[in-house]
């Protein structure tokens, strides 16, 4: 059996509800799984849910709560429910705190001790809480305002706690040259190019010794060997990409999937990922994930998106105004994957207007009133192909290949640009052939039924390309041009065939449903 394509999101804190930089995320990595599916692939997506760690608990107890009732009740109320929100079509979703990751965890942490890779010893230095990251000096800064005068984190802007513990340690300075090896050898493991930038500067600074446990407090898997100590978040939530597909459990399983196609991470994260997780599986002989792509971040006037600094908005103040697919299309579309982007109300109001009312949802709309004005709702039989449907034909299957050398590139906007190009030149299609005008000539019957057939073969097209962005709207549109009973589901036409010209079936029943866009009143929405 071939190896799935194995791709996942950052598991994320349990600390607060989902934003939408939690879901923009999550849509990136929906997006790509969804498109390997479309190349009729083995897919393997996961999401889930790192709860473990002192930012946990605090916050658990901050709620008056422990910090298990806490996670369970953020999950299943919050965390589950926005992809059901977002129309993520993960395979799996892990929590850190089942048993299937626990134990599994131990037994990873036991094999690096017995190997050697792991010793006792004393840690003095800056920790934050919020990161549940030990911080270099070059990751702080000076306190303004109420925190005048203190170091805080150069990202969450809090002041940071010294810490001075005695823990278990992880040899990871003895992975420098191994790791710098491993970059030159492949170089798209991290992308992209900055984030590879700044893996490279940071590992030949040369790695330091990873302190991995905590003794200070309970909430944690327990080291095996050491129950006074629980291991560190990071250590602990890292493995959850090797556990949920069955390392330490089911062979077969890890065997077909492990090991990851593409880690999906915010930039912030990067380090964990490209440095101490590949240093972690050298140490303990598993393979490497092939690539870790570090997106931006989320911003919203001018700011990271974030709970604390009141910045974060839920998936659903969106999705109940502009519904799922025009979230998911905007997030994808608007923001060079990889860099930072910023959100705001008029630009996905504008967004959506243009590009999704009026761009695709009025070409199917008008594509379908006319088959069914002029032919009675039958798709009709083409004549003769002019230059104008040749010249259709090729954006098409441009629009497909280029694409599809965009979404391996992982390059989702720049895949949507390719796929608009098509609906541009479809709209534009039918305004230079004016098909109401043909039809007043009987004539010209057979030209009127060429241009109809072209313009709905250019919508078949797009449902392909477009349905692992924006599902429930291509599922309508392949309905409305009575593709499934002639060519089969949506989800089994392969995208390389998107752009093959002529698959539409003469005769097709063409209906016209709801609009795939409904105009909305965006005065509301402000």
């Known amino acids: 059996m071939p190896k799935a394509f194995y791709v996942t999101t950052p598991i994320y804190y349990v600390n607060d509800a989902p934003h ?20 009729q692939e083995d897919v393997w997506f996961l999401t889930g849910t790192d709860e473990h760690g002192e930012k946990v608990m605090r916050t658990a107890e901050a709620n008056g709560t422990d910090p298990q009732t806490w996670a369970d009740r953020l999950v299943e109320e919050a965390w589950k429910p926005v992809l059901k929100t977002i129309d993520a079509s993960n395979d799996d979703f892990i929590r850190t705190t089942e048993p299937r990751h ?3 965890v131990q037994e990873f ?13 004393t840690y003095e230095g800056y920790y934050c809480v919020a990161c549940e990251e030990y911080k270099q000096p070059g990751d702080l800064v000076e306190g303004t305002g109420e925190y005048a005068g203190q170091l805080v984190c150069s990202i969450h802007g809090r002041p940071v706690e010294k810490l001075s513990e005695t823990n278990y340690f992880f040899r990871m300075s003895a992975y420098t040259e191994r790791l710098l090896e491993f970059y030159e050898q492949n170089p798209g493991f991290v992308q992209p190019e900055s984030a590879r930038n700044e893996v490279l500067g940071f590992v030949r600074q ?3 010794d ?5 003794s200070t407090f309970d909430w944690g898997v327990t080291v095996p060997w050491d129950p006074a100590h629980v291991i560190y978040v990071w250590f602990d939530a890292l493995l959850n990409y090797a556990t949920a597909v069955g390392y330490g459990a089911d062979p077969e399983k890890y065997e077909r999937t492990w090991p990851a196609d593409i880690h999906f991470v915010g930039k912030d994260i990067l380090r964990f990922h490209a440095v101490i997780w590949p240093a972690m599986l050298m140490a303990a002989g598993e393979p490497l994930p092939k690539k870790v792509f570090a997106h931006g971040w989320l911003l919203v006037g001018g700011e990271k998106m974030s709970k604390s600094k009141l910045t974060g908005i839920a998936p659903e103040q969106i999705t109940d105004t502009f519904g799922s697919d025009a979230f998911r299309y905007y997030f994808l579309r608007a923001i060079a994957f990889g860099n930072d982007g910023s959100f705001s109300w008029e630009d996905i109001a504008a967004r959506y207007q243009a590009e999704l009312a009026n761009g695709l949802g009025n070409l199917a709309s008008r594509v379908a009133a006319m088959v069914g ?26 629009a497909a290949q280029d694409a599809e050398a965009a979404v391996d590139r992982v390059a989702p906007h720049e895949a949507l640009a390719a796929v608009w190009t098509l609906v ?21 019957r057979e030209r009127l ?16 390309l477009l349905n692992p962005v924006m599902p429930k709207a291509t599922a309508k549109l392949w309905e409305s041009l009575g593709a499934e009973k002639a060519l089969g589901a949506l989800a089994a036409q392969p995208v390389a065939d998107a752009g093959r010209w002529g698959q539409l079936v003469p005769g097709a029943e063409v209906t016209k449903g709801d609009a795939l866009f409904p105009r909305l009143d965006l005065a509301a929405a402000d």
Do not use: C, M
């Open 449 to 464: 039924a060429t241009i109809l057939y072209s313009s709905a073969e250019a919508l078949r097209a797009l449902a392909v």
């Open 109 to 121: 942490i036991q094999k690096l001790h017995d190997n050697g890779e792991i010793f006792e010893g």
């Open 424 to 444: 541009d030149a479809a709209n534009g299609y039918i305004t230079e052939q004016q098909p109401w005008a043909v039809a007043k000539d009987d004539a010209q």
């Open 210 to 214: 990873l302190s991995i446990s905590r």
């Open 373 to 398: 004005r002029y032919f009675d709702g039958a798709l009709p039989t083409p004549g003769p192909a002019t230059d104008a449907e040749e010249t259709l034909a090729a954006v098409a299957a441009k």
């Open 206 to 208: 040369g790695l330091q």
């Open 102 to 104: 626990v134990a599994r």
């Open 20 to 39: 939408i930089g939690h879901a923009y995320t999550t849509v990136a990595t929906d997006f790509i799984a969804r498109w390997h599916r479309q190349r």
